[in-house]
């Protein structure tokens, strides 16, 4: 099912339940406690510190889950950046050194595209062929014996740009590991969201259709915005998934 019909299923319910409950609870009251609004002062100025702290929580969380997926993006076509300039430097060493070199970029290629982010995209760990073929990678281009002062400047070039996949690949991981949020914010989040959407219900003096509209609205935008947080944790899965397409590029530059 799409992710925009899912989310769209979720706001929809959320704002039909509290509308609902808006409805009964307002025909529960009396005429008098109706149309009172000795309470409205108050409970606005409750409302508007409890809405002012929980929005000040959704936005730093936001932004930082949005800085983790552009951050993976960059790092992913950083790494492959990275293995196709370690290809181009290779094709100035021997022989043999850049048969092997082309076929372990190819090889790490694949396996980053084909193997690595499906497990990420699931929020696993990733297992160790990926670096078993980094280490390789390096073995073989430290391991080159050259003459030429030209040909030493390509294996130097080509070690300075396998460090680079070194770097952005471990930062690649690192936004697997470190993009979720933690138990205790989404429980501040839960109970914020709670408190934000039922102080409106303590208003008095306002029509029931109004009432019900607002406080339908407020629903909807929270359970929006949690939505959001929620398809955001991991930066490899959900609508705003980072896919393999650096990788693949690479594959299809290195037939």
């Known amino acids: 099912m799409s992710v925009f ?12 339940i509290m509308a609902a409950i808006t409805y009964f609870l307002r025909k529960s009251k009396s005429p008098d406690e109706v149309e009172g609004s000795e309470n409205n002062t108050l409970s606005g100025q409750v409302f508007g510190i409890v809405g002012g702290l929980h929005a000040v929580l959704i936005a730093f969380i936001l932004i930082g889950l949005l800085d983790n997926a552009n951050s993976a993006s960059d790092e992913s076509y950083r790494e492959a ?22 076929q372990l970029t190819r090889a790490y290629a694949t396996t980053v595209s084909e193997k690595e982010w499906p497990r990420m995209a699931d929020g696993d760990k990733v297992e160790k062929p990926g670096w078993t073929q980094l280490e390789q990678l390096s073995t073989v281009v430290s391991g080159v014996e050259v003459s030429e002062d030209w040909q030493k400047s390509r294996q130097q070039e080509a070690t300075e740009k396998l460090w680079d996949v070194y770097e952005a690949r471990q930062e690649r991981l690192n936004a697997v590991n470190n993009g979720g949020v933690s138990p205790v914010i989404w429980f501040a989040l839960a109970l914020g969201t709670l408190l934000t959407v039922g102080l409106p219900l303590l208003f008095g003096g306002t029509k029931l259709r109004t009432h019900i509209i607002v406080v339908s609205t407020l629903t909807a935008t929270l359970t929006l915005l949690l939505f959001a947080i929620y398809q955001l944790q991991n930066p490899f899965t959900g609508g705003a998934a980072v896919g393999p397409d650096a990788f693949q590029s690479v594959l299809e530059r290195l037939k």
């Open 5 to 16: 019909i899912v989310g769209l299923s979720c706001v929809a319910g959320a704002a039909a």
């Open 81 to 102: 950046g990275g293995l196709i300039a370690v290809d181009w430097a290779a094709k100035s060493l021997p022989t043999d050194a850049r048969v092997k070199i082309q």
